[in-house]
């Protein structure tokens, strides 16, 4: 356990050193790597930027969401000439179907929901599944920069008010109670599309 601390230690260490050339541009680059394949504590670093410049929260944030999208660009590249095969070596033939029949019911929101979750979420299989269902390009860069924006956003309005530990202490509560978290968030979505729709129904009528 001594072991993996002290590399833990050091790989935190050489994110810093590495993050410390790039100023603000930091969330950037340290988003865009989360999301090229490679695993980064993206929350802590947000959560820590913000806290040492609370001025630029929200062009943090944007830089963050961006550098998410944009780093998503090879994954879909690779969902989308490799194909079906791709996707389903990564998740079960259950979770295809599940993850299939979201796209075909809505797409945007198949996208963005799982952009707005921290780990565990299996994010990426929603991304190759993006690309391998043919969502329109724009279209998937759109839903995870808005989902990634909502994360990172109440990530930092949370930071704000009780400081850049909030980040490790979020992510233990979704890890250690995924299923009850992910619930009481697709039951908001699913009333507040319902609203929505409503009021939709109402203006037309």
Known sequence: MKAIGHILARYTAWIWHLLSFFGI????????ADSALLGMP????VATFV????????????????GSALGSIPL???GYFGGEKVLRKRI??????????SFEEHEFWALMFPAMLPPPTPFKAFVLGAAVFQMRF???????FAGRFVRFFLLSLLTLRFGPQIAEIAGRVFHQHFAWVLGALAGGLFLWLLVRRR????QSA
């Not at 541009?25 to 865009?32: E, S």
């Not at 806290?51 to 961006?66: C, E, G, N, Q």
Request: no cysteine; hydrophobic share 55%.
């Open 42 to 45: 993206v929350d802590a670093v």
């Open 76 to 78: 879909y590249l690779i």
């Open 138 to 144: 724009v279209d998937f860069l759109a839903a995870i």
């Open 25 to 32: 541009w930091g969330v950037f680059v340290i988003a865009f």
């Open 199 to 202: 009021k939709r129904g109402k």
């Open 92 to 101: 079960s033939e259950e979770r295809f179907k599940r993850i299939h029949r």
């Open 51 to 66: 806290y040492r410049d609370h001025h630029h929260f929200l062009l943090l944030v944007l830089l963050a969401s961006a």
